[in-house]
């Protein structure tokens, strides 16, 4: 069944809308509902599809959609991906990919498959700061490539403003919007931690504002690269087994509360001195040196180990089990491990099948499970010299008049795969707190589904007439006024021509 076509944007744009949030590691693309959806009847029509195209050890290639339906077996599995750090490069992928997601009928969902592009308004996303070569290539395919009818390019974290995020901040701050013609939110601070880097974008009436833009080159692919070294330095070589450490690092990282403590605790030097802690009976000699020596401190004991730090990752094996999953840490069974590796090592006869964990490659992870993610919020722990998350994020207010500063810090709102980290939120929020001048209010909140919150703010701006009128231009547009006006026209430069104002 065909969607149902949006209220008209704009005089010579196509009523029905199209939106894709092109991410580095995936997309998220759906037809906009009708006016007035809620956000979980619009949510229902976006899709996440991998954006990558994937060959497995069998000499087979999966693309988009694929990946998650056809793929078995991850081990030693290459991917080739069009957005590199955060740029769309490789357009030769891209349109590989959105053929088969969008406009191959045998390939797409019914409710992706775009019929008619000529009859459609494309709404795509860019990462802030693009290159300007980069912008026009994409402006060129999508006219003359496809023939969509109507087409904007935005820069992502601007669909936010868009959204509902009264539930989030509430009064006096930020205002309830019209639910059939949403205003933009008008002072919003967005920080987009994705997978090929994390931007931080203030926004003024969702119109980025560019001299205050940030970004820190970390982002879920630094964190998946830096946990596969560590994995295969301390437990099982995984160089080659890209997807497996990824679902690792989506299972089992978090975001310490206090990253000093944490580290203390799983040190392995404190279970020495833990394994030691009641000290021999002095004789005579040493009992009255001990009371004489008032004046030294006693030494601190270590402190007492979290068992919730420890965790078993239990890795596919492709037969019984087809992705990773963990569970709490069991001593016992690590130790039935060791005993069982070293068992095969020095005997010819393999271990019992009937053996709960005998065919179980399981891994004891620790200090890894939050010492990946603080490279985010303290790059100098792997010897870059960009600064921290919330120090970029005070310096990117640093360049605001104060009293927009004032309004920024209590809207600040958190997209991106990596907001689904635990405590990443709550750990930014701290840090942030501790920077900012004492008297000004400090909040940082995510949506419920923070990966597509940028499609949804997409999928509601597409209501609202006026912002259509000013940001999308026709396909009659292109050709009238070309390729060069289009890219002015979408930097904010041009607006005497056209539907714009």
């Known amino acids: 069944m065909a969607p149902r076509p949006t209220k008209a944007t704009a005089q010579g744009l196509p009523a029905t809308t199209f939106v894709i949030d092109n991410g580095a590691y995936s997309l998220k693309a759906g037809f906009a509902p009708s006016p007035g959806s809620t956000d979980a009847d619009a949510l229902s029509k976006c899709h996440v599809i991998p954006n990558a195209l994937a060959r497995t050890r069998s ?65 795509l996303t860019e990462a802030p700061n693009s290159m300007p070569a980069l912008q026009k290539n994409a402006d060129e395919i999508i006219f003359e490539e496809w023939d969509f009818g109507g087409y904007a390019r935005c820069i992502g974290p601007s669909f936010n403003a868009f959204n509902d995020l009264h539930p989030l901040f509430g009064n006096p701050i930020v205002k309830p919007q019209e639910p059939n013609c949403p205003d933009p939110i008008e ?102 040196r001990m009371d004489t020596s008032t004046n030294s401190a006693p030494s601190k004991p270590p402190p007492p180990t979290d068992p919730s730090i420890l965790i078993d990752y239990i890795l596919p094996d492709y037969f019984t089990t087809k992705k990773g999953f963990s569970r709490p840490h069991d001593p016992h069974a690590s130790s039935l491990k060791r005993k069982r590796d070293l068992a095969t090592s020095t005997t010819a006869s393999p271990p019992s099948a009937s053996s709960p964990s005998s065919s179980e490659t399981l891994l004891t992870l620790g200090p890894e499970r939050f010492t990946i993610p603080e490279i985010i919020f303290s790059p100098s722990d792997i010897g870059s010299p960009q600064a921290g998350l919330a120090e970029t994020l005070m310096q990117s207010l640093s360049t605001l008049p104060p009293l927009i500063q004032a309004s920024m810090l209590p809207n600040i709102l958190l997209v991106g795969g990596n907001a689904k980290i635990p405590g990443f939120r709550e750990r930014l929020e701290r840090e942030v707190r501790s920077l900012a001048a004492s008297e000004c209010l400090v909040r940082v909140r995510a949506m419920e589904d923070p990966v597509r919150s940028t499609w949804l703010g997409g999928a509601r701006m597409s209501w609202n007439t006026e912002v259509m009128r000013e940001r999308a231009v026709s396909k009659a547009e292109y050709a009238e006024y070309g390729s060069g006006w289009v890219g002015r026209r979408f930097a904010g430069l041009e607006m005497g021509k056209g539907t714009g104002r």
Not at 187 to 210: A, K, Q, R
Not at 220 to 246: A, Y
């Open 187 to 288: 002072c919003l601070l967005v920080v987009d931690s994705g997978y090929s880097s994390t931007t931080i974008t203030p926004l003024y009436n969702s119109y980025p504002l560019d001299r205050a833009i940030r970004r820190i080159d970390f982002g879920g692919k630094h964190l998946t690269n830096l946990l596969k070294e560590v994995v295969s330095i301390r437990h099982l070589d995984l160089h080659q087994d890209v997807k497996i450490v990824n679902d690792m690092k989506e299972e089992v990282c978090y975001v310490s509360k206090d990253f000093k403590f944490d580290l203390e605790q799983t040190w392995k030097g404190n279970r020495k001195k833990r394994a030691s802690a009641k000290p021999a009976e002095p004789d005579s000699e040493q009992a009255d």
């Open 59 to 123: 000499k087979r290639t999966y693309i988009g959609a694929q990946l998650d339906t056809h793929v078995d077996n991850w081990n030693e599995a290459t991917f080739r991906r069009p957005v590199e750090r955060g740029q769309l490069v490789n357009w030769e992928a891209e349109k590989e990919i959105w053929d088969h997601s969008f406009f191959q009928a045998d390939t797409s969902r019914k409710d992706l498959l775009i019929k008619s592009p000529k009859d459609t308004t494309l709404l």
